[in-house]
């Protein structure tokens, strides 16, 4: 396994290497909807708006990305997301937000439940904003030499748009008001892949969870969450994350998307 070292170039050097010598690993990433619900906190997000403990402002986001959390409701999927934060495994990576992120109350907490060390720990998006473009030109390609990929995401995803011979599991709109059955039935799926099997995974906090239980079971599959990050080439819409910018043309419109999205504090990774 390679070494995680909190450096975004290192650890970008590493996931690069792993998925090289297709290594089996584990990256899963929590970000702030992940952390939210870690704290127990209802947040909304849909209708043209994020609603949540820090205030409620307008953010565009498709129907396919509308979610909900309701503590009350949703402990179970509550409690499955505090053990995969808590999980720890040799080939088992988690992103976590960190200093540029106005994060460290989240880092620091994540550190605790991952025993006080930061081993296997990294950024949330190691693989997004600054870093990706490096991402699609260095480890997407890498993709293709795996015999079977599989991508977990929703039911609208084309992924033999990329190639015809990927496969998607399929994931309905808002899982959590059908969590458990959603969780039984794509991890009964995903157990049962070929070895040395690659998962791509674009499944919101689905991610998180069914990372840390496949892991538990078949060390010998490689699962990475993906985020959006390819949402434009398996026929979903682009543009829904800031960072989808970088692959505009240089339009004056689209130069000045790029260069807010670079100017910003969280766009280069501090730890």
Same mark, same amino acid.
């Given at each position: ?105 989240? +880092? ?7 025993? *006080? /060390?930061?081993? $296997? #720990?990294?950024?949330?998006?190691? %693989? !997004? ?111 829904? +994350? ?7 043309? *240089? /339009?004056?419109? $689209? #130069?000045?998307?790029?260069?807010? %999205? !670079? ?9």
């Amino acid at each position: 396994m390679e070494k995680i070292t909190q450096n975004s170039l290192s650890d970008f050097s590493a996931i690069f290497n792993l998925v090289k010598k297709q290594t089996p690993f584990t990256f899963v990433r929590f970000s702030d909807g992940e952390m939210e619900v870690i704290r127990n906190e209802q947040f909304f997000i849909g209708d043209g708006k994020i609603s949540w403990r820090k205030g409620s402002y307008d953010y565009y986001y498709p129907d396919f990305d509308k979610k909900e959390f309701i503590p009350d409701r949703d402990f179970k999927f509550r409690n499955d997301l505090l053990v995969s934060a808590h999980y720890k495994s040799s080939n088992y990576v988690k992103g976590i937000p960190a200093t540029h992120n106005n994060a460290v109350d989240d +880092r620091d907490l994540m550190i605790r439940f991952n025993d *006080n /060390s930061v081993e $296997n #720990l990294t950024f949330s998006d190691l %693989l !997004i904003n600054h870093n990706f473009l490096k991402f699609r030109k260095n480890i997407f390609p890498l993709f293709f030499n795996y015999q079977h990929v599989f991508l977990l995401g929703n039911h609208r995803a084309k992924p033999e748009l990329i190639n015809i011979n990927w496969k998607l599991v399929a994931l309905q709109d808002n899982f959590f008001t059908n969590y458990a059955e959603t969780l039984d039935k794509s991890l009964s799926t995903l157990s049962k892949l070929p070895s040395n099997s690659l998962v791509l995974s674009s499944a919101s906090s689905l991610s998180n969870i069914i990372g840390e239980k496949l892991n538990r079971i078949r060390q010998d599959i490689t699962m990475i969450d993906i985020g959006t990050s390819l949402h434009d080439l398996v026929g979903m819409e682009s543009g829904i +994350r800031e960072y989808h910018a970088l692959l505009l043309n *240089n /339009s004056p419109k $689209n #130069l000045y998307k790029k260069i807010r %999205l !670079i100017s910003q504090k969280n766009y280069k990774l501090n730890w």
